[in-house]
């Protein structure tokens, strides 16, 4: 039932970008009475013959579940999406380790993207007033006056001027809006490539139409600097994800270079994925580029807010940019429902308090990607992820891991790592106190190890070869 009210009967917007983020934000601003019109460069999904083997998946947690919930857009994805109650980590034998997220109802959904974006957009079309312009490319923008230029691919490659209220921009990591942005003063913006690329395989159903592994597992081949993970797909296949630096996938020029690449390194993916279908895959499939981007403020006045990768891109080492863009709706909404749809006050508050949580999982999804690899084998790391666990065991209310914040709760992203760092203090008091007990002498040593360890994580840049494996034996 869409609320018609004087503050946003006659308000128009303009969605740039009709992904996950505009689609979503597109069905929470109808619903809020807005005349919606969605602008996205590409073709209807919703047209696009189901290309074979590319159907990519994302994990949805609790974050963006709840996030679509809140407009009643979730059922799809809990009928569609695919529970993954465990990790399940794949050794370098071959031998396989579950490891649960946490009780039984914690678990993610591994959902079929474009199935994702085509529902969204369909729930968008059932509200009056709501238009999806596809082929239409922003070329132009002149954010305080609302007025937009986009390029409509088609034979005749017109051009269509639009003039509206409120401009939403959500075209993603390589964001035109942004770009428009970033020539306006005081507009802060910073972006940081990491080494790594990452590569798309379909692993397909078995022969007799069954999953090739254990289906509700996010499946996961931990190694030294690099790691292929797997979530399953409805059609029985698992879209797996292989991150690696760009300068060992430049080295994997032929067949054979890839052949024994998997060999040495992923043996038991190889004889599930078979040799000609791993080749055919890994040089039909694009290497991509991660990159993590934050900036501030997201508004300009009561004329435009940016959301979604378009405002903070991050890296995917926790799963959760389209949850922090799903995220960035219910918030946007709850201030809109605050500030009775004044855009002026909504907007500059949703700058206020969404940058510093949005920044907060940037940092937390980097992290994450240095952490895996430079402080997990180090001993006190070690003894502190027991004792961390042990904690939990003990207080589970008190003592909740950093991952469980981020994927189970709605706990604010800065929050979090708040918490983290005063359970981290805890934590390290313990160890020294229980070391202390030990001797000095140990104590000395634990220290002296902890220094190392601290500078390990100041130096953001430190990259050393280390295992994932072990963070995930000993818990995360
Ligand atoms: C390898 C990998 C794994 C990931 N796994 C997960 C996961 O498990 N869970 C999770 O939550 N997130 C995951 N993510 C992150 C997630 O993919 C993004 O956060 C999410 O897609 C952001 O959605 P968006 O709508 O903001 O941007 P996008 O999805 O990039 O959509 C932007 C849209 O804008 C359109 N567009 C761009 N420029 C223009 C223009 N000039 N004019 C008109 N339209 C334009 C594009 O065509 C596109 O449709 C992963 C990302 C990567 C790279
Ligand atoms: C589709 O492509 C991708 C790519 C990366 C991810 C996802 C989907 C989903 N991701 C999740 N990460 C966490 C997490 O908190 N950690 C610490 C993990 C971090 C990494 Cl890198 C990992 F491989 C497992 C875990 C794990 O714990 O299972 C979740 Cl919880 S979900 C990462």
Known sequence: KVVQDEQSAAKTVAVVGGGLAGALVAVYLAKRGFKVDVYESRRDPRKEVASRGRSVNLALSVRGIESLRAVGAEGPVISLGIPMQARMIHSHSGSTTPIPYGKKGQYLLSVERQKLN????????????????FEHKLIAADLENGHLSFKCRGS?????????????GCDGAYSAVRRELMKRPRFDFSQEYIPHGYKELCLDATKDGEFAMAVNYLHIWPRQTFMLIALPNQDKSFTCTLFLPFDQFDKLRTKEDVLNFFQAEFPDFLSLMGEEKLVEEFFRNPTGPMVSIKCNPYHVLDKLLIIGDAAHAMVPFYGQGTNCAFEDCLVLDGLLEKHNNDLGIALAEYSRIRNKDAEAICDL?????IEMRSLVTSPVFRMKKKLFNFLHWLMPKTFIPLYSMVSFSQIPYKTVIERSHWQEKIVKRAVVMSVLMAGIGGALTVLRILKKDMKLFEKKKFFSSLSFLEIFQRGI
């Open 156 to 168: 005749d490659d017109q051009k269509l001027d639009v003039d509206v209220d409120l401009v939403m």
């Open 365 to 369: 999804a980097m992290y994450n990607y």
């Open 118 to 133: 085509k529902d969204l957009l369909s729930v968008a079309e059932t509200f009056p007033g709501v238009g999806l312009h």
